[in-house]
């Protein structure tokens, strides 16, 4: 494969989340003259229940097509299915689009479908995080996109020697940091203004929930939920709800969040665009649920962090994060230490965030511009 004098670049979107991590680093991809960003946006964008993340992208100016596939059902076998429905219509779309690297972030099914259809149509895939650890189905995703993928964008060093371990040629993994940390102070809105927005009472402090349903737990997904609500609810606080993402069991836990739409001191809202979550991690009291904003762009906030159950146990985190179990009781008594216990108090003060410094996006630029496509690269082979 020849080098073209400006590189065509494929990113596809599934989620809010993902988008938002990316956000910055597709304004810079769009913006340099030697590469040319396309986006295919599909999955949740596409769902208005929950928030019409779709528009974010639009207004954003990039180049994009929409890859017509959503959950048909809210279970495990939908799911499924619905990374085989990608797979088919990516491989129309990307052989329209005929980009020169397809670019592909975390561990979403999206991204499995999106790096399937690369490697198969012999197009680059640049994957970002790759070689974490978390748990559940998120983790043998993650490390089957990385063997599906030729170049590597990883947070932190520990990731650097996993994806080593896992076979990967150490020429063609990075150590950007997490572009999510990009620009991650830029646009963020006062106190008085968060709280005017988000109608929440002057002088109160409030937490921040945000929990996803856990594939190889659904049939507690409803309760879960419930446990984290009443023990917000029984330590009388302000809380943003954010709904979980549409995977398999959400809709049990948003039927649970919206009983509890008529107590005031619950604000419970389908989205949040990215500038405004990040805005209320610099002012909320605590964020607590299973975000992946929890391990990641939590610390560079000193914001505590009350990470439920077992979906980011695993993940390289900051001082910053209390881990406990999914029990009304437990959150309670861990909400309790992050607001009284002062050595706690004085390591957030101290906190690094290990997932980079902010630099990321022109790390990966510069890469996707300057390394050399040819069959070295993508003739993958185990390097043991």
Same mark, same amino acid.
């Given at each position: 494969?020849?080098?073209?004098?400006?590189?065509?670049?494929?990113?596809?979107?599934?989620?809010?989340?993902?988008?938002?991590?990316?956000? =910055?680093?597709?304004?810079?991809?769009?913006?340099?003259?030697?590469?040319?960003?396309?986006?295919?946006?599909?999955?949740?964008?596409?769902?208005?229940?929950?928030?019409?993340?779709?528009?974010?992208?639009?207004?954003?100016?990039?180049?994009?097509?929409?890859?017509?596939?959503?959950?048909?059902?809210?279970?495990?076998?939908?799911?499924?299915?619905?990374?085989?429905?990608?797979?088919?219509?990516?491989?129309?779309?990307?052989?329209?689009?005929?980009?020169?690297?397809?670019?592909?972030?975390?561990?979403? #099914?999206?991204?499995?479908?999106?790096?399937?259809?690369?490697?198969?149509?012999?197009?680059?895939?640049?994957?970002?995080?790759?070689?974490?650890?978390?748990?559940?189905?998120?983790?043998?995703?993650?490390?089957?996109?990385?063997?599906?993928?030729?170049?590597? $964008?990883?947070?932190?060093?520990?990731?650097?020697?996993?994806?080593?371990?896992?076979?990967?040629?150490?020429? =063609?993994? $990075?150590?950007?940091?997490?572009?999510?940390?990009?620009?991650?102070?830029?646009?963020?809105?006062?106190?008085?203004?968060?709280?005017?927005?988000?109608?929440?009472?002057?002088?109160?402090? $409030?937490?921040?929930?945000?929990?996803?349903?856990?594939?190889?737990?659904? #049939?507690?997904? +409803?309760?879960?939920?419930?446990?984290?609500?009443?023990?917000?609810? +029984?330590?009388?606080?302000?809380?943003?709800?954010?709904?979980?993402?549409?995977?398999? #069991?959400?809709?049990?836990?948003?039927?649970?969040?919206?009983?509890?739409?008529?107590? @005031?001191?619950?604000?419970?809202?389908?989205?949040?665009?990215?500038?405004?979550?990040?805005?209320?991690?610099?002012?909320?009291?605590?964020?607590?649920?299973?975000?992946?904003?929890?391990?990641?762009?939590? +610390?560079?906030?000193?914001?505590?962090?009350?990470?439920?159950?077992?979906?980011?146990?695993?993940?390289?985190?900051?001082?910053?994060?209390?881990?406990?179990?999914?029990?009304?009781?437990?959150?309670?008594?861990?909400?309790?230490?992050?607001?009284?216990?002062?050595?706690?108090?004085?390591?957030?003060?101290?906190?690094? =965030?290990?997932?980079?410094?902010?630099?990321?996006?022109?790390?990966?630029? @510069?890469?996707?511009?300057?390394?050399?496509?040819?069959?070295?690269?993508?003739?993958?082979?185990?390097?043991?």
């Amino acid at each position: 494969m020849g080098e073209p004098a400006i590189r065509k670049v494929l990113y596809i979107t599934g989620s809010r989340a993902d988008f938002g991590l990316m956000k =910055n680093t597709l304004i810079k991809i769009h913006s340099n003259t030697s590469l040319d960003l396309s986006i295919i946006a599909c999955g949740m964008h596409l769902m208005k229940e929950y928030g019409n993340t779709l528009d974010e992208i639009t207004q954003s100016d990039f180049n994009m097509d929409i890859a017509n596939v959503t959950f048909k059902k809210n279970d495990r076998s939908s799911m499924a299915s619905y990374i085989g429905e990608l797979i088919c219509s990516l491989v129309k779309k990307i052989e329209l689009i005929k980009p020169d690297i397809l670019l592909l972030l975390g561990d979403r #099914g999206e991204m499995l479908a999106g790096a399937t259809v690369g490697a198969y149509l012999g197009i680059p895939v640049a994957h970002i995080h790759g070689g974490e650890k978390s748990s559940t189905i998120d983790e043998a995703v993650r490390h089957a996109i990385t063997k599906l993928s030729h170049l590597h $964008f990883c947070s932190t060093e520990e990731s650097y020697n996993r994806l080593k371990k896992l076979g990967e040629k150490t020429e =063609n993994i $990075f150590i950007t940091g997490a572009p999510g940390l990009d620009g991650i102070k830029q646009n963020i809105l006062k106190s008085d203004e968060i709280y005017k927005i988000y109608a929440l009472k002057k002088n109160e402090p $409030f937490v921040i929930l945000l929990q996803h349903p856990v594939s190889e737990e659904l #049939g507690n997904a +409803s309760n879960q939920i419930k446990e984290s609500l009443e023990a917000i609810k +029984s330590m009388k606080i302000q809380c943003i709800v954010i709904y979980p993402n549409a995977d398999a #069991g959400s809709k049990e836990m948003i039927d649970e969040i919206n009983k509890y739409s008529d107590d @005031e001191n619950f604000k419970i809202h389908k989205n949040v665009e990215r500038a405004h979550f990040l805005s209320l991690l610099n002012t909320g009291k605590a964020l607590i649920g299973n975000s992946s904003a929890g391990v990641s762009e939590s +610390s560079s906030f000193k914001i505590p962090v009350i990470n439920i159950g077992n979906r980011q146990k695993n993940r390289q985190s900051a001082k910053n994060v209390i881990h406990c179990d999914y029990n009304k009781k437990d959150i309670i008594k861990t909400m309790d230490f992050i607001s009284t216990n002062e050595q706690f108090k004085k390591t957030l003060k101290q906190l690094v =965030n290990p997932h980079g410094d902010g630099s990321a996006s022109q790390k990966i630029i @510069e890469v996707l511009i300057k390394k050399e496509i040819n069959e070295s690269l993508l003739q993958k082979q185990i390097t043991y």
